[in-house]
């Protein structure tokens, strides 16, 4: 036990930091499929689907995304329900990105303002109509940074996947330090890794916050 | 209230009652436009002037009386909207152009999504309208690159496309300064000349007389006179005397 850390523990780290961006996309777009269809629920005409979406995103924002992995992974597996790390880290990641996702897109939606919605209706659109051309192309603007933003807290949150034997960065960490007892520099340099997944994430997110505050078009009402 | 007897009208209204909550916006409205009137609809801020032009386009639900337009009862829920919406053009304050369309796709959208109209015969009806409005050199434009009156401009164009049997104005001009105003009104006074039927709520009383076939004017919620222009300058009621006498007639 014990030596130095080589090249050998590096490549693992790398193959752990890949795993990382690839549950990260499955997060991002298996939540972003059903964080749409939830944004659209919250804002539909139905009553009934709008109270089952709105109940559905308390149920997940009000649970940790630990608990969720746990009884994704152990938890259906002890009724009969086995799933592989990478399919109980992937679905787990789907709900809670979906959650919150469909919150920030409801709000995008909900923020076009109202006017443009009746001038739609005054041209006789179609209420898919007015959704697809005219206020979904404006809400995805107002989106686009939160969303970036959030992409960095689901980066950092598949960290969380490793309790479940899923191997990414952080587990592929602690498997390097289990056999080299170097727990200072092993994490360093996985916390490094994260920084540098997230930090440009970061700094375009803020890039393109500062681009829309200046784009933005005078469209409300004078007060 | 007087009336020309002869067709049927447009836009009527019959003891029309709104209200918002415990307040009692309109209570018991009634009037009528004619096939190429224009009616303007004048009162205090309040006054329920804006609702009722909202209602004749189904944009506020009535609780009572009953409104035809086209020959649709619009007050009942079996309305077709869409239907209706074709035969009703509105134009805002706001002017509510889509932000993320050019001026040209503004015009195209509805004719386009809605009449299935080919997008090169569209295309040509935008030059149209904004050839009416005097706008064809700002076609590729976006909306934030228009002045406030272009803007109005624009979206009486959009409107105009829809070839509607009726158009309301809602205060069209009212977030615009005087310079820009002139430009929208004159606009409009070319469709009344052109025949286009218009109810138009407004503040500008000058405009109201020289262009109105009738005015309505309305308080608390009530057409409280209704006459030719001229009531303008020979109001009878005592509450016309002071809405028109505080500076408001100016031409």
Known sequence: MGGHLNINHLLFLGHGALWTIGLSLIALIGGGIAGFVIALARVSPLRSVRLLSAAYVQLIQGTPLLVILFLGYFGLAAIGLKMSPLAAAGASLTLYVSAYLGEIWRGSIQSVPKPQWEAAEGLALSRTQRMLKVILPQAIRIATPPTVGFMVQIIKNTSLASVVGFVELMRSGQIVNNSLFEPFIVYAIIAAVYFAMCYPLSLFSQKLERRMGRGRVNNLAPA | ?251
């Open chain 2, 1 to 251: 209230m007087q009336q020309t007897a002869s067709s049927t009208p447009i836009v009527s209204l019959r003891d029309v009652q709104k209200s918002f909550g415990s307040l009692k916006v309109l209570d018991g409205v009634s009037f009528a436009v004619e096939r190429g009137e224009v009616l303007a609809i004048i009162g205090r801020s309040g006054s329920g002037k804006s609702t009722a032009l909202r209602c004749i386009d189904r944009f506020e639900k009535v609780d009572g009386g009953e409104i035809v337009v086209c020959g649709r009862r619009v007050d009942l829920p079996d309305i077709d909207l869409r239907a209706l919406r074709q035969d009703v053009g509105i134009v805002f304050q706001s002017y509510n152009l889509f932000p993320h369309l050019t001026i040209e796709q503004n015009i195209t959208l509805a004719p386009c999504s809605v009449k299935r109209m080919g997008l090169s015969e569209a295309k040509a009806l935008a030059r149209k309208v904004l050839a009416q409005v005097g706008l064809e050199e700002k076609i590729h434009a976006y909306p934030e690159q228009l002045s406030g009156g272009q803007q109005q401009r624009a979206a009486i164009a959009r409107s105009l496309a829809m070839q509607p049997k009726v158009m309301l104005f809602d205060e069209v001009t009212s977030a615009l300064d005087p310079e820009l105003t002139g430009e929208v009104l004159k606009v409009i006074e070319q469709l009344a000349a052109d025949g286009m039927t218009m109810v138009m709520v407004t503040h500008e009383m000058g405009f109201a007389r020289s262009i109105a076939d009738r005015i309505v004017f309305m308080h608390r919620g009530k057409v409280h006179e209704t006459g030719p222009a001229s009531i303008l300058t020979a109001p009878t009621t005592p509450e016309l005397v002071q809405f028109v006498g505080t500076g408001n007639l100016k031409s």
